[in-house]
C-alpha cells in the first residue's frame, strides 16, 4: 500500500507567475495527468500546497489538498506535512513540474524500500533525485529540527535517514524511461518537453 504525494508549492519565479502544476501537458493540467500516473500505483494521493484554491476545481474529492504545518519552508516543510498526514508507511514524493513521473519507476524503488530502507531515491546520470523518492513516514520526526533551524531543502533529510540510491541501469534494464526524473523549471523547460511528448505519441 502506497500513499502518493505532489508538492505544489514554489513561487513559480521563472515561469512569468504560471502555476507549473497547472500547466496544459497532453491534453489535460499537468498535476492531473500526475494524479492519472499516481493511481496506477497509489490508492491515497495528496496535494501539498500553500494555497488549495487553484486545485479545487482540477483535482477530484478523492484527492486530499493540505497545507503546511511550517510554512515558508520549501519543499522539505512540504514533505513534513505530507509524511505527517500519510495514511500509509512508504511514501511517493514528487514535484508538480514532473511531466513524466513513472509508476513502474515507483514500484522498483518501493520494493527497494522494503529491504528496510526509510528511504529510495534514484540515481540518474550520475545525480540524485529527492523528488521521485519513496519515503518513511518515519521520516517525518526527523524533519521537525530540521526545519526548526530553518532548513528548506529535502537533501538535509538525507543526512538523518537511513536510505539507498537505486541506480539508471537497474531502472534501465527493468523497462523505465529515465527521462522520468524530468521536471520544469523554465518556460524554455516546458517547450521542450511538449516537444518531447508529442514526438512520442
Known sequence: ?????????????????????????????????????????CDELIVVTNDPKPYLNIVDRSVRIITDFFEGHGPLGGMHAALSLAKHSSVWVVGCDMPFISSKAAKLLLNRKLDGFEAVVPLVAGEIHLLHGIYDRACAPHIVPLLKQGETHISALLKHAFWSELGDQFLYENGVDLNFVSSIKTLEDYEAMLLTENLHK
Open 1 to 41: 500500500m502506497l500513499s502518493g504525494v505532489i508538492l505544489a508549492g514554489g513561487a513559480n519565479r521563472r515561469m512569468k507567475g504560471e502555476l507549473k502544476a497547472l500547466l496544459p501537458f497532453g491534453g489535460k493540467p499537468l498535476i492531473a495527468r500526475q494524479i492519472d500516473r499516481m493511481r496506477e500505483l
